[in-house]
T-cell receptor, first 113, second 114 residues
Framework: DTGVSQDPRHKITKRGQNVTFRCDPISEHNRLYWYRQTLGQGPEFLTY????????KSRLLSDRFSAERPKGSFSTLEIQRTEQGDSAMYLCASIYRGGNTIYFGEGSWLTVV | QQQVKQSPQSLIVQKGGISIINCAYENTAFDYFPWYQQFPGKGPALLIAIRPDVSEKKEGRFTISFNKSAKQFSLHIMDSQPGDSATYFCAALAFNFGNEKLTFGTGTRLTIIP
């Protein structure tokens, strides 16, 4: 079963460092989403792509955050100059055009110390 | 702006009982309402979903009831089991309006006790 794959699953980094997360969506899913979830809260939308085009970005996505999906397949989410408030689980999800179900990965946990 | 409101925040139900979680939405453009189940340390997994053209959908022990006029929908878990203990999120999405991103509720932590 090739579901949505995220890497790394856990990352501990020092404040001020840069981190990058990778997401591999389900094959042929042309829409890819990034969400952020903090403890006790529901996932919050960050951004999404259709193929390689980034269609929408949330106000939550500050200038320190950048997401790419260069060939319309995998995506990366980079956080520059991390802050303690960036500590959260970063979720990736995907869906194919015309489908009903958005599938989530297991998430990448970020702890900024 | 909280577009999907979920209650209760936490719920304790005895094994074999019925668990009920409620959600209300504001945006009338929403046309797809899924429920996700999440275990600690895991990503959300789709449990069941409904479109607004039906008032109820049942899959096994899980039922969604949908009230379009009241802009409310609820999840019922019949014969609740300890393995159902998890956090449940309702969500909404507007497929037909090009706003194809999920808006989540705040979650309900469900605990099933023996």
């Amino acid at each position: 079963d090739t579901g949505v794959s995220q890497d790394p699953r856990h990352k501990i980094t020092k404040r001020g460092q840069n981190v990058t997360f990778r997401c591999d969506p389900i094959s042929e899913h042309n829409r890819l989403y990034w969400y952020r979830q903090t403890l006790g809260q529901g996932p919050e939308f960050l951004t999404y792509f259709q193929n390689e085009a980034q269609l929408e970005k949330s106000r939550l996505l500050s200038d320190r955050f950048s997401a790419e999906r260069p060939k319309g397949s995998f995506s990366t989410l980079e956080i520059q100059r991390t802050e303690q408030g960036d500590s959260a689980m970063y979720l990736c999800a995907s869906i194919y055009r015309g489908g009903n179900t958005i599938y989530f990965g297991e998430g990448s946990w970020l702890t900024v110390v | 702006q909280q577009q999907v409101k979920q209650s209760p925040q936490s719920l304790i139900v005895q094994k074999g009982g019925i668990s009920i979680i409620n959600c209300a939405y504001e945006n009338t453009a929403f046309d797809y309402f899924p429920w996700y189940q999440q275990f600690p340390g895991k990503g959300p997994a789709l449990l069941i979903a409904i479109r607004p053209d039906v008032s109820e959908k049942k899959e096994g022990r899980f039922t969604i009831s949908f009230n379009k006029s009241a802009k409310q929908f609820s999840l019922h878990i019949m014969d609740s089991q300890p393995g159902d203990s998890a956090t449940y999120f309702c969500a909404a999405l507007a497929f037909n309006f090009g706003n194809e991103k999920l808006t989540f509720g705040t979650g309900t932590r469900l605990t099933i006790i023996p």
